[in-house]
Structures are given as structure tokens and as C-alpha cells.
């Protein structure tokens, strides 16, 4: 069973940098993309960024380009979301999320094309 867990929410004032983890398990091949999605208040949920574990392929949303960097750890099963240049419209609650194959630039920021959900992480910027 594939299992997610998200953390390193927080707290950020307008400006600084936070940096969430997303600790991986019970995967049956190295064929699979985690990606991360966030949900503020009264808006759909959107995909921020996703990498692929098998050949490390990456996207990015247009909002957090060039601010966001996305990394895999394969050796702890970890996928890290490093967030700098916070702006307050990025508090929401971010998610990370699975999918088995590979990411496609077509639908990769689709929250219906993943499979496999963890619990939300809180991240707030303040201004």
C-alpha cells in the first residue's frame, strides 16, 4: 500500500523560505511521479510542482518558477519542495501526491491523475 506523509509546514513571514517533505512507501516499481498540490481557501486545489523517481523529470507551475525547487532523496524515499521568495498568496495546504509512471507536460497538474494522496501540511506567509 502506497503511503505519503507531508510535513514541514509552517509559518513564513512575506519574503522567507520554507521547505516541506514528503516521505514515501510501499511503492512495487521505481516507475512513479510524486508531485505536490496545494488548496487555499475557496479555490480548486493546483499543482505546484511534480518529479519523476525514475529519471528525475520535472515540472514546475508558472506561480512558483524560479522560487520553488523540487528534489528527491531515492536513497530515504523522500521528495522535498524547497519554497524561497514566499509570497502570502502561496499559504494554502499543501499535499503531495502519486501516481505510477511517468509525468506528462500535458496533464502532470492534474489532481485526477494521481492515485495515492497524503495528509495536508499548512503553510502560512504572512505579510
Known amino acids: 500500500e502506497v503511503q505519503l506523509q507531508a510535513s514541514g509546514g509552517g509559518l513564513v513571514q512575506a519574503g522567507g523560505s520554507q521547505r516541506l517533505s514528503c516521505a514515501a512507501s510501499g511503492f512495487t516499481d521505481d516507475d512513479y511521479t510524486i508531485g505536490w498540490f496545494r488548496q487555499a481557501p475557496g479555490k480548486e486545489r493546483e499543482g505546484v510542482s511534480c518529479?519523476?523517481?525514475?529519471?528525475?523529470?520535472?515540472y514546475y507551475a508558472d506561480s512558483v518558477k524560479g522560487r520553488f525547487t523540487i528534489s528527491s532523496d531515492n536513497s530515504k524515499d523522500t521528495v522535498y519542495l524547497q519554497m524561497n521568495s514566499l509570497k502570502v498568496e502561496d499559504t494554502a495546504v499543501y499535499y503531495c501526491a502519486a501516481e505510477y509512471g511517468p509525468p506528462r507536460d500535458t496533464d502532470w497538474y492534474e489532481p485526477y491523475d494521481y492515485d495515492f494522496w497524503g495528509q495536508g501540511t499548512q503553510v502560512t506567509v504572512s505579510s
Open positions: 518529479i519523476s523517481r525514475s529519471d528525475g523529470t520535472t
